[in-house]
């Protein structure tokens, strides 16, 4: 795995496409819940997809973006967050320092 990217939607709608988007090896999501006392919350109403990356972060990431621009411009959800997401491996911090 090179990564992950990580998308915070409100509404619920499946996202199984993303997974057919170049580089995404497979994808897991979430639907939102109540969150129980002591806490008190919710994030009813929200889901979570992380999609785990197989191929270049960068080069996946620019396929995700119009997947997901053009899912939110249907309106069954909108977009919160998507962001990519390396992985880190111990003692390998150069490839993600500047």
Not at 22 to 44: E, N, Q, T
Not at 58 to 87: C, D, M, N, S, Y
Request: hydrophobic letters at 45%; charged letters at 20%.
């Amino acid at each position: 795995m090179t990564g992950a990217y990580v998308v915070i939607e409100e509404g619920r709608e499946s996202s199984a496409d993303l997974v057919d988007v170049p580089g995404v090896a497979g994808l897991w999501w979430f639907d939102g819940i109540d969150i129980p006392a002591p806490f008190k919350g919710s994030c009813k109403g929200r889901q979570i997809t992380v999609c785990y990356l197989d191929d270049d972060l960068l080069v996946t990431t620019e396929a995700i973006v119009p997947v997901l621009a053009e899912r939110w411009a249907q309106g069954g959800v909108k977009g919160l967050l998507a962001a990519p997401f390396h992985t880190i491996v111990l003692f390998e911090w150069s490839p993600h320092l500047p």
